[in-house]
């Protein structure tokens, strides 16, 4: 009888602990946050980005950019059996969730960098630079991801980076960042920022920047000439927000930033022997110099959030905290 009634009991344990286990795997399943059947899923919205980056390229390419733009994106929804009405809504859940709006946003930055070095940017280097070789006169340093995605919404609105300069880098290097960009706007003004910073041997500061309104190619170079050995490079890629009030916040806005290249090229003998004519201009322990690329002054380069309230550009760094982790 005592042994029917403990046999009883350890049945009772094993049901009423098989049951919480149930019950506890059914709470983290629904506890999961999914995106309603009526969205486009992440996975496929992450597709129908991609394909919306290779259509503007396309795009770009044939000419007639704002004609052929609508053509291609239209055969991108056509293709996954998606209407605009669909992709818009769909754009307008993951913008109200940013949690899973980051999580294709950085799927995408990594098919874009695959992409990037799929399509020979190795190729690029050497026909504008010649031989790129990590000990050679002109080495890419880049050490990051090659693409990145920006939308105005904050945290994914920046992506900062930094580098220590080690013994590779010489008196009289010259540093050049070399990006493509690329916009994928439904409405709204198109305003980038990229900003380039080297800090030199003497802890003097020379700043390069560019707003960025249209996809192409460009680049930014600082120049050591005065020959004080380079410290530290930083800098950042920011899509601006649009302050006009009519401005629809829940729209596609996508600034990709790929091939991205940092090079460090080493000064010629004969170049050494030189003044260059294109000196960077110095005033007591800053400097700067514009590529021409409609530069901001420096009293205007940006400072984002969370950075030290007496930093001033033309005195520290000008770099806002990562953004992407």
């Not at 770009?60 to 929804?77: E, F, H, M, P």
């Not at 899973?100 to 050497?126: C, F, H, M, N, P």
């Not at 994928?184 to 560019?210: C, E, H, P, W, Y």
């Not at 010629?268 to 514009?290: E, L, M, Q, W």
Request: glycine share 6%; hydrophobic share 35%.
């Amino acid at each position: 009888m005592k042994s029917s009634s403990l046999q009883g009991c350890k049945f009772l344990k094993m049901t009423i602990s098989s049951l919480v286990v149930i019950m506890g795997l059914f709470l983290v399943v629904s506890c999961k946050p999914s995106v309603p059947s009526q969205f486009i899923q992440p996975d496929k919205m992450g597709d129908v980005l991609y394909d919306y980056h290779l259509a503007s390229s396309m795009a770009q390419i044939s000419g007639n950019d704002s004609v052929n733009t609508i053509k291609y994106r239209a055969a991108v929804l056509k293709k996954y059996g998606y209407t605009p009405a669909e992709f818009d809504s769909s754009m307008v859940y993951y913008m109200r969730h940013t949690d899973q709006l980051k999580q294709i946003y950085e799927d995408l930055t990594k098919r874009l960098g695959k992409e990037a070095v799929a399509l020979g940017a190795s190729a690029d280097a050497v026909n504008r630079f010649g031989s790129v070789t990590a000990n050679g006169d002109t080495a890419n340093v880049w050490n990051e991801e090659s693409a990145m995605v920006l939308t105005p919404q904050k945290p994914f609105n920046l992506n900062s980076f930094s580098m220590v300069a080690d013994s590779t880098f010489h008196k009289g290097d010259g540093i050049i960042l070399d990006f493509d960009t690329q916009f994928i706007f439904q409405d709204g003004m198109r305003d980038g920022v990229v900003v380039l910073a080297v800090k030199f041997g003497n802890d003097s500061i020379a700043t390069q920047n560019m707003h960025i309104s249209s996809a192409s190619h460009f680049n930014l170079t600082i120049r050591d000439d005065k020959k004080l050995g380079i410290k530290e490079i930083r800098g950042f890629f920011m899509l601006n927000k649009s302050q006009d009030p009519g401005d629809n916040a829940t729209t596609l806005k996508l600034m990709i930033i790929s091939n991205i290249k940092l090079y460090r090229m080493h000064q010629s003998k004969a170049a050494a022997n030189k003044v260059n004519g294109d000196s960077i201009k110095t005033s007591g322990n800053d400097s700067a110099k514009s590529n021409g690329q409609r530069p901001m002054p420096p009293s205007s380069v940006p400072v984002p959030p969370n950075s030290d309230p007496n930093m001033q550009p033309k005195r520290q760094m000008p770099i806002p905290p990562k953004a992407l982790n």
